[in-house]
């Protein structure tokens, strides 16, 4: 296949718009958040929205963690590289991520929820700390039959590369599945991200459904423990849990599977299915003062990675494309890129 067709990469997860604003203790306490997290929203949560921005002047950011990693993917690929899928609302926060993917260049197929508004997601920033807490709404609605229609599935069919971020487990594992199942069939590649702590912890049976087709694996240190203890095995060492990932049955022999665990400062850990031991890349160092916002630092680092493995670049290079993406993003509110673009 030609390695410079369109749409080589497709991408679902929840299409969110974030609203961050700058909190304290005393909100984090009010609404029960931890500094650091990523939850779903409870009943309890739903007045954070309106409270942020009121009272908290909040930012309005186009957000949902693989929709960053497309955004990110693109902004380093050729026009037309990228797809991103998922489901929002008939409001006015669907127009703006509308308008927001199209300034990135970002194709975005969505399905549209008559019944639910497109999903937010509250970003309360205490210092280096950000709290994220997820209403999915319309973003809980994707449905199989979307992905499946004939106009879709063209363009599933078209691409070479799938990622899914693991925030979409909450939502349609059968439409993971598919995608999952059609890359093992036709050898493309099949790449998942842990997304956050509790999607190991608490969608662990959705997660490990999906294990046996991942050519790549995603996630950061906090994810990666979180899956070794929802598996029971007693290591915390990141290193160790890389391994154990890589050695996972795997449906398509014909690709290795390569664990990538990310850990914010620290080296970035990489597991091949069949060697021994891991490899360890440095990340690219950004002096405090540089620092805007570490939000979806993961989401564009992912995206750099991807974008890489779309380009069929080395696995080092691939690393490397991620780690200076993320480091792009860190510079900006949430996981935005500069403009005019820098190249890779
Ligand atoms: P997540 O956002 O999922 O928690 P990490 O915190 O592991 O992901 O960050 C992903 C990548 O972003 C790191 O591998 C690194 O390249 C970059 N990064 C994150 N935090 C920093 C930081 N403070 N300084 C420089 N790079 C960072
Ligand atoms: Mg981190
Ligand atoms: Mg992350």
Not at 91 to 104: I, T
Not at 136 to 155: C, D, G, R, T, V
Not at 297 to 320: H, M, R, S, T, W
Request: some cysteine; hydrophobic content about 40%; proline content about 4%.
């Amino acid at each position: 296949m030609a390695p410079n067709q369109e749409y080589a990469l497709l991408c679902l997860e929840n299409p969110l718009l974030d609203i961050q604003g700058q909190g304290d203790d005393a909100m984090l306490e009010k609404y029960g958040l931890k500094a650091n997290d990523a939850i779903l929203a409870e009943e309890k949560h739903m007045g954070i929205y309106e409270d942020l921005l009121q009272n908290r002047d909040a930012k309005l950011i186009a957000g949902g963690a693989a929709q960053n990693t497309a955004r990110g993917a693109q902004y380093i690929l050729p026009p037309k590289s990228v797809i991103f899928i998922g489901c929002v609302g008939q409001d006015k926060y669907a127009q703006l991520l509308h308008e927001r993917n199209d300034a990135a260049g970002l194709r975005a197929e969505y399905l549209t929820s008559t019944t639910h508004p497109t999903g937010r997601c509250g970003v309360v920033i205490t210092g280096h700390h950000r709290s994220m807490v997820t209403d999915l709404a319309a973003a809980n609605e994707y449905k199989i039959s979307h992905l499946q229609s004939p106009e879709i599935w063209k363009l599933v069919e078209q691409a070479r590369v799938y990622f899914v971020g693991g925030y979409h487990l909450t939502v349609s594992v059968p439409a993971i599945l598919a995608l999952a199942e059609e890359a093992a069939k036709e050898n493309k590649i099949f790449i998942m991200s842990l997304s956050a702590p509790f999607i190991p912890q608490f969608f662990k049976e959705q997660l490990m459904q999906t294990s046996k087709y991942w050519d790549y694996i995603i996630g950061n240190e906090t994810e990666a423990r979180s899956w070794a203890e929802g598996q029971g095995h007693e290591t915390r060492d990141v290193k160790e849990i890389a391994r154990l990932v890589a050695e996972l049955p795997k449906e398509n022999g014909k690709r290795k599977r390569v664990v990538v665990f990310t850990q914010g400062t620290e080296e970035t850990v990489v597991a091949v299915q069949g060697e021994k031991g891991v490899k360890e890349f440095g990340i690219k160092a950004i002096g405090k003062e540089e620092i805007c916002d570490t939000t979806g630092a993961g989401d564009a680092f992912a995206g750099g990675f991807v974008a890489g493995i779309v380009e069929g670049k080395p696995l080092e290079e691939c690393v490397d494309m991620g780690h200076w993406l993320a480091r792009l993003s860190i510079k900006e509110l949430g996981a935005q890129f500069p403009f005019p673009k820098q190249t890779y």
